[in-house]
Each structure stands twice: as structure tokens, then as C-alpha cells.
Nanobody, 118 residues
Framework: QVQLVESGGGLVQAGGSLKLSCVAS????????MGWYRQAPGKQRELVAV???????DYAHSVKGRFTISRDNAKNTVYLQMNNLKPADTAVYSC????????????WGQGTQVTVSS
């Protein structure tokens, strides 16, 4: 069974940096689009950044120029480098991947907390 496991969250001061990682594992599969989403308390989940299997990227307006998404296809891993973090970036960050095993489904990680103090 395919699983996504995130790591790298934590507490950081405003202006600081964190790098999130998400590894897909479990059986034989092919990964297409991978992305990061976040959900702050009392708010809806929002897309932060996505990256295609070919490396094309897209970002939420609020993180452009500060966050960078990348992937290592050989390691089935997607990363999110977050720089110049702001208190408004505080949220649970979750990894998403569109993966084909016997069929194509969307998979989610369990989420990792990012807290930015002012």
C-alpha cells in the first residue's frame, strides 16, 4: 500500500527557513503530480505549490518568491524549501501525490506542523 510520509516541520522565528520532505513508499507505482497543501486553524486547506512529473511548478501567490518546490524522482520524494517565513505561514502542511498502482488515485500524507513565531 502506498504511503506518503512528511518530515521537516517545526517551530521557527519569522524570517527563518524550513525544508519539508515527503517520501512515497510501498510497492510498485508511478508518481505524477506532487504538491504541498496547508491548513491553518479555522481556515480551509489551500494549495501551496505543485510540481509535475516533468518539473513544471506553480505556486500560491502568497508564497511566490519565498517557497521552492522540487522533487527527486529516483527517491520518490518531493521537497518544499520555505524561506523568509511569516507568522501567516503557520499551518499543518500536507503532501499530496497523484499515483498509479493498479489505478490512479490521490494520496495524502499525515501532515506536519509548521509554526512561525513573530
Amino acid at each position: 500500500q502506498v504511503q506518503l510520509v512528511e518530515s521537516g516541520g517545526g517551530l521557527v522565528q519569522a524570517g527563518g527557513s524550513l525544508k519539508l520532505s515527503c517520501v512515497a513508499s510501498g510497492g510498485t507505482f508511478r508518481i505524477y503530480t506532487m504538491g504541498w497543501y496547508r491548513q491553518a486553524p479555522g481556515k480551509q486547506r489551500e494549495l501551496v505549490a505543485v510540481i509535475s512529473s516533468g518539473g513544471a511548478t506553480d505556486y500560491a501567490h502568497s508564497v511566490k518568491g519565498r517557497f521552492t518546490i522540487s522533487r527527486d524522482n529516483a527517491k520518490n520524494t518531493v521537497y518544499l524549501q520555505m524561506n523568509n517565513l511569516k507568522p501567516a505561514d503557520t499551518a499543518v502542511y500536507s503532501c499530496n501525490a497523484r499515483i498509479t498502482t493498479l489505478r490512479t488515485d490521490n494520496y495524502w500524507g499525515q501532515g506536519t506542523q509548521v509554526t512561525v513565531s513573530s
